[in-house]
């Protein structure tokens, strides 16, 4: 009897913290993510996850975040096949219907490649430049508009180094700089 009831009570608790957990999901604000990828290189699968990955690590605590790719099209169909050119009016009505709170919009570019070779070295060198736009819907205001450029340099004595390697590298310089200006101006408004 009493076990019986010891397993009634730990169903109710599983119920009332699942409940819980599905009204605190439902509650959260919902961030429209607009990613597009122009690098075109064979491992764009991994650019994105880098960057994706960051971006939900980072919000998902605090937001809904919802990645939008009938946002792009509907920006491509308007005339604008660069993320970066689109004006805030253009990208709000893009998102018109979809109940966001915030957009964040980020366009990779391709990568600047160069070789350096010294007598004892080679490597290469990458800079990685995303542009980035964050409105906040409810004010019709940008809360950054701007572009992340980033280098990073890798060499070796002996054979060359990939240029997947220092992307990525490059990428989390871009990362990082994004995690601050997300934690100084939309969690702290938030």
Not at 54 to 79: A, I, R, Y
Not at 93 to 102: N, P
Request: proline share 2%; with cysteine.
């Amino acid at each position: 009897m009493k076990k019986q009831s010891i397993r009634i009570l730990l169903l109710v608790l599983t119920l009332v913290c699942a409940m819980a957990s599905v009204a605190t999901a439902a509650a959260l604000p919902r961030v429209a993510l607009i990613y597009t990828n122009n690098a075109n290189t064979t491992y764009d699968t991994e650019l994105d996850s880098c960057v994706l990955d960051n971006l939900n690590k980072t919000l998902s605590q605090h937001f809904e975040v919802v990645k939008n790719d009938t946002v792009v099209q509907k920006l491509t169909d308007m005339g604008m096949t660069d993320l970066s050119m689109a004006e805030r009016r253009d990208i709000l009505d893009a998102v018109a219907g979809e109940e966001c709170t915030y957009v964040i919009c980020l366009s990779l570019e391709p990568f600047q490649r160069k070789e350096k070779i010294t007598f004892f070295t080679q490597g290469i060198e990458m800079i990685a430049t995303v542009p980035c736009k964050i409105i906040d819907v409810k004010n019709d205001r940008y809360i950054y508009n701007g572009k992340f450029v980033e280098k990073q340099s890798d060499s070796t004595w002996i054979g060359s180094v990939g240029n997947k390697s220092v992307a990525l590298q490059a990428l989390q310089k871009v990362n990082k700089g994004l995690n601050k200006i997300l934690n100084e101006k939309m969690l702290v408004a938030k």
